[in-house]
């Protein structure tokens, strides 16, 4: 089974999509305040965590920052406000992979849980490793390195430089890379790749320009 927790302190919503998600074989753990779901997410050795946004104790965006500050590299997604755009974007510059605002259906979480879950599975489209430009990327143990030195990413930035070097030199549209990475088509006025592509870059130990940005169009990984 795979495992996800669930932060938020809705309780009647906790109980309906623990009840969805057992139904798909995915074992849940739920915490219903900051402090205890931190505790958990650093303990536990989940694939996948929901985290609210608003949260007694330790609100979603500093658990997520303190998560990421551990290198802890679980995927995460986020639950926000409808309509809170600022609060989505800061969500992906702390790290998160993806977020989806409430109210949501629950068909369509379970959609996207279902579909990072296959991501962190280390489903890519090949197991060779990949060099190029000074990246070494290895899907089968999904590490990364650039210009010799380890790259601590989220499974959503690893997926996006293995599109990147599957493809090595050619652009990749915006539309392909985010169904490679993201497991879904980008919306109109959404800035998640942007904001993950702007990630990776401040990740690199030099020469971010290497990942290009084709305007209007892509990205293109280039030496």
């Known amino acids: 089974m795979h495992s996800v927790l669930l932060i938020d302190d809705d309780h009647e919503m906790s109980e309906m999509l623990t009840e969805l998600l057992q139904r798909e074989a995915i074992d849940v753990a739920v915490a219903d305040d900051g402090v205890k779901g931190l505790e958990l997410a650093l303990k536990g050795t989940y694939e996948l965590i929901l985290l609210d946004v608003m949260l007694p104790g330790i609100d979603g965006m500093k658990l997520l920052q303190r998560l990421r500050q551990q290198h802890r590299d679980t995927a995460v997604l986020m639950l926000t406000a409808r309509g809170d755009d600022e609060d989505r974007v800061m969500g992906l510059e702390l790290g998160a992979d993806d977020y989806l605002p409430k109210p949501f259906n629950p068909r369509e979480l379970v959609a996207r849980v279902k579909a990072l879950l296959r991501r962190t ?10 060099n190029f430009s000074g990246f070494e990327l290895d899907p089968e143990k999904a590490e990364v390195r650039c210009d010799g030195q380890p790259l601590v990413t989220t499974p959503t930035e690893f997926d996006i430089l293995c ?17 490679a990475a993201l497991g879904r088509q980008l919306g109109p006025f959404d800035r998640s790749l942007d904001v993950h592509i702007s990630n990776i870059r401040k990740k690199l130990p030099s020469h971010p320009e ?3 940005t ?9 030496t």
């Open 121 to 130: 599975a280390n489903t890519h489209v090949t197991s060779e490793k990949l």
């Open 163 to 179: 599109c990147l070097m599957q493809q090595a030199g050619q652009m990749v549209s915006k539309d392909h890379l985010s169904v």
């Open 210 to 212: 290497r990942i290009q």
């Open 214 to 222: 084709v305007r209007g169009r892509g990205y293109r990984l280039a």
